[in-house]
């Protein structure tokens, strides 16, 4: 449970980082709102914020890679933005929503077709600690958690968009009321939000083998958050199996089972995006990107990434 509600996006509000000259880092919760500093929110303190960004033409703030560490929802009210999401390029317009995942590196390329002033979102943002007091079940939620993860955006048909603005503004009255269980009355207002969503991405999703077990699904949640943060360090099955005290076969079999993919896969797609997101928007050499990436030699960095993508290291980073 815990790590799926990571999955769908993580702040860490001790940490906030932004694109400095040439260097990727996190943006926190707290930070990201200083980004707009004259954009109308209604907040409960640090932990969740609801707030109505409306972007001009200076879009510096999200112009450069920036990686997003917490859980956000984007609701495109009027515009279209190109939104660059880990490489890969989403269009978002009117009647779109957008969920952000944890890690994810993301970049507004360009607004089209309409002034920039007339480009306008509302973002959701809360925080880990504050998401973890509402009730979900993963067990439910985890298939339409695989189909946001493929497809983080999804358009809304009407009576969709009318639920959402419907949400929302029952949100900001709640927010902005003296309720004695305040807190209480959001967390539930957000877990019936946030199943309604979930629904909307089963319906875009592809249909899900009824045959995935339980068990193959825990262990996956298990498994895929080690990977999130040992990714840089390790690479071998076996670490992560003795972590979940399973053997390497039985652990492969199961994430197999559950994914379609098998464990060195989803662990090598973590390694290769970290290594493209380096060599696209940080200044440090390739030497560098090696050691971070826990590489004995460039030769074998080479040899790896080529093997997954087609091209060199340095042809990826000339491209």
Known sequence: ?????????RFNDEKYTYMVG???????????????PDSPRVCYGDDFYVMDIKLSKDIQPLGHPCRFDGYMLLYCVKGRIRLNVNLTEYCIDEGMIFMNVP???IRVNEILDVPKEEVQYVCVAMSKDFLQGM???????????????ENPSVRLTEKELQMVRSGLEVLTRVVN?????????LLSLLSSMFYMLMSVWK??????????STRSKLIFDQFIKLVSEYHTQYRNVG???????????????????????????????????????????????IKEIVFKLNFPNQSVFYKFFKARTGMTPTEYRNS
């Open 239 to 285: 670490f992560y199996a003795d972590k979940l005290c399973l053997t390497p076969k039985y652990l492969s079999k199961l994430i197999k089972n559950a994914t379609g993919r098998s464990a060195p896969e989803w662990i090598d797609q973590y390694v290769i995006l970290e290594a493209k997101n380096l060599l696209k928007y940080s200044g440090e050499t």
């Open 103 to 105: 890690g994810n590196i």
């Open 1 to 9: 449970m815990e790590y799926f509600l990571l999955y769908i996006c």
């Open 177 to 185: 009321s003296d309720a004695v269980y305040k807190r209480e009355a």
């Open 203 to 212: 319906k875009r999703g592809e249909p899900t083998d009824p045959s995935q």
């Open 135 to 149: 009730q979900l079940d993963a067990n439910k939620i985890f298939n339409e958690g695989m189909s946001m993860m």
């Open 22 to 36: 040439h260097t990727l880092q996190d943006i926190s919760l707290s930070y990201f709102k200083t980004l707009f």
